[in-house]
């Protein structure tokens, strides 16, 4: 049954976040436009992205009026632990301070205000109904796609590869979406230890199948994606 499969999920990366960091104070609210965006469950079933408020100059600062997604990054006394947020500005904030859910960043950071690291996402990840990912089968490995799937409006995504549910990886050499047996040479699938190395080893094809074929323990279960942004001069 397609209600049994796990829900896919697309791991986006955005080539242009780059390395700055700023340090945050985050504070948590009661908001209702927070709250309704809230997501409590892990990150893998997560179907969209919880809102944080920042100021007008921690926006620009980080170069988030591109994508609008912002990771804050917790520094907790055994680990740390980072978190994705779409974005939206407030006039009412200091330079440096952000606002988001207040049972969310309890959760986050076990407090309701604490410092943090914000940074522009490098990448973060959406599961997506079967729906979407039915509107994906038969795309393959260098294709693109409308952004608005996965809440990028304006912007099209190239993908890269991804996986099933146990770990067999696409390729880019096998055409179809089925998997078979291939004799690589590097990765995916596979990755030498010695120069020439070869072998044969079992690989997903380069296409995304139909969600409503598969089986739910080797159904594609992640799908990896790059912001495809135009070349300058070019729309």
């Known amino acids: 049954m397609s209600e049994e499969r796990p829900p896919l999920r697309i791991v986006i990366s955005d080539p242009r976040a780059g390395d700055k960091v700023v340090k945050v104070k985050v504070k948590g609210v009661e908001d209702i436009e927070l709250k309704e965006t809230m997501v409590k469950s892990k990150e893998k079933e997560r179907t969209e992205l919880p809102i944080a408020r920042v100021s007008e100059k921690l926006y620009n600062e980080l170069g988030l009026g591109e994508v609008g997604v912002m990771t804050l990054r917790f520094k907790l006394e055994d680990k740390k632990v980072k978190a994705p947020f779409r974005v939206v500005k407030s006039g009412d904030l200091g330079d440096y301070e952000v606002q ?10 076990g407090d309701i205000e604490v410092e943090a690291e914000a940074f522009r996402a490098k990448s973060w990840q959406i599961a997506v109904p079967e729906e ?8 393959e490995i260098g294709d693109d796609f409308d952004g608005s799937l996965v809440g990028l409006d304006g912007h099209k995504l ?13 390729h880019p050499g096998v055409p179809g979406p089925g998997k078979r047996r291939a004799l690589l040479s590097g990765p995916p699938g ?28 080797t159904a594609l279960a992640q799908l990896n994606v790059v912001i495809d942004y135009p070349e300058a001069g070019k729309t």
């Not at 988001?100 to 950071?109: D, P, Q, S, T």
């Not at 190239?158 to 696409?170: L, V």
């Open 132 to 139: 979407v990912a039915v509107r994906l089968a038969g795309l």
């Open 100 to 109: 988001v859910n207040m049972e969310l960043l309890g959760e986050l950071a």
């Open 190 to 217: 596979f990755r030498p230890t010695r120069k020439g190395e070869r072998r044969r080893k079992t690989v997903r094809g380069r296409m995304i199948p139909d969600p409503r074929g598969e089986r739910r323990k």
């Open 158 to 170: 190239k993908i890269r590869g991804g996986s099933d549910a146990t770990g067999i990886p696409m």
